[in-house]
């Protein structure tokens, strides 16, 4: 029994590993230094394809933060839609300029940001959802 609560403290203790789905380079480079410096694991992907990828091959997150609108053929939506198909329990949080609040939390989103959105801002969010998870 000892082991098995060293193990579950261990996994407690570890930074949570998010993915960061953004195909904007700038705004990619903030929130990703913003994350890493308050001590997460952070995975860049620049486009939904490549996100529906690391997905689709296992990669554990522990919580998505994705832009809506990017090249390629699988936006933040479907990567969502994707997500509660096969990985319910992963929580995603929506990020755009285009799309109303209230699509976001319909189709799944646990938080939605709107673009432009402070870093602080996000990173408030991505603690709340964080801590749910604790």
């Not at 992963?90 to 432009?116: D, M, Q, R, Y």
């Amino acid at each position: 029994m000892h082991v098995v609560k060293e193990a579950l403290d261990a996994a407690d203790s570890r930074p949570a590993r998010l993915l960061v789905v953004e195909d904007e380079l700038l705004i990619r480079m903030l929130i990703t230094d913003v994350l890493r410096d308050a001590g997460y694991e952070v995975i860049e992907a620049v486009s939904g394809d490549e996100a529906l990828d690391l997905l689709k091959a296992g990669v554990v997150f522990d919580l998505v933060l994705s832009d809506v609108r990017m090249p390629g053929s699988t936006d933040g939506l479907a990567l969502l839609a994707f997500a509660r198909q096969n990985l319910a329990e992963l929580p995603f949080i929506l990020t755009s300029g285009h799309l109303a609040p209230e699509i976001a939390l319909a189709e799944g989103a646990v938080g939605f940001l709107a673009k432009p959105y402070g870093m602080h801002d996000a990173l408030a969010v991505v603690e709340q959802e964080v801590a749910k998870l604790r």
